[in-house]
């Protein structure tokens, strides 16, 4: 596994490490639990995972743009300076929809080593430039996408942290 997703199935799998039901379900009003936090981050691996399969299943190379100037913007905050922007509203794909923590932590951890396969094998077809394009960060290499997780991930590691550790 690379060391970026490797780095991030750590931890996650400690700041989710022990918790209990009630844990899963505690958070501020208005924001998302534990399950809900852990549940988008796999539908974000599986939503990558499967944009890459179903690109290398076409046999067709992904789209080679120019990256428009806001993308550029937004990708050389996350990626490259590793600043994850808060109140970003997540796209309806990624949103969960209510499945139970542990069922959840599995899920994310199966769609993060899928994910893991499918860059690599795009990265090995059509190499080193662009291998998707993010709906916000437009056309990235599999080394961004995989640095995009990484930061993504740890956004909501200190949100999964803040919940576990609040007792209410």
């Known amino acids: 596994m690379d060391a970026w997703l490797e780095r991030l199935q750590r931890e996650i799998a400690a700041a989710t490490a022990g918790l209990k039901d009630t844990d899963w379900h505690r958070a501020p009003q208005g924001h998302w639990n534990c399950a809900q936090i852990v549940e ?12 890459m399969e179903l690109a290398l299943a076409a046999g067709q190379p992904p789209e080679r743009r120019a990256p428009k100037f806001k993308e550029t913007i937004a990708r050389v905050l996350i990626v490259n300076l590793g600043i994850f922007p808060r109140g970003v509203k997540a796209p309806a794909m990624v949103v969960p929809s209510g499945n139970d923590g542990p069922e959840a932590l599995a899920h994310a ?3 993060l080593k899928r994910m893991d396969k499918a860059l690599a094998d795009a990265e090995e077809r059509w190499g080193s430039g662009s291998v998707g394009a993010h709906f916000r960060l437009g056309p990235m290499t599999a080394a961004e996408w995989r640095k995009f997780h990484f930061v993504h ?4 590691i200190r949100h999964l942290r803040e919940r576990a550790s609040d007792p209410q």
């Open 40 to 51: 988008h981050l796999g539908r974000s691996y599986g939503t990558t995972a499967k944009m």
């Open 109 to 111: 951890m199966e769609s």
């Open 153 to 156: 991930g740890r956004h909501h």
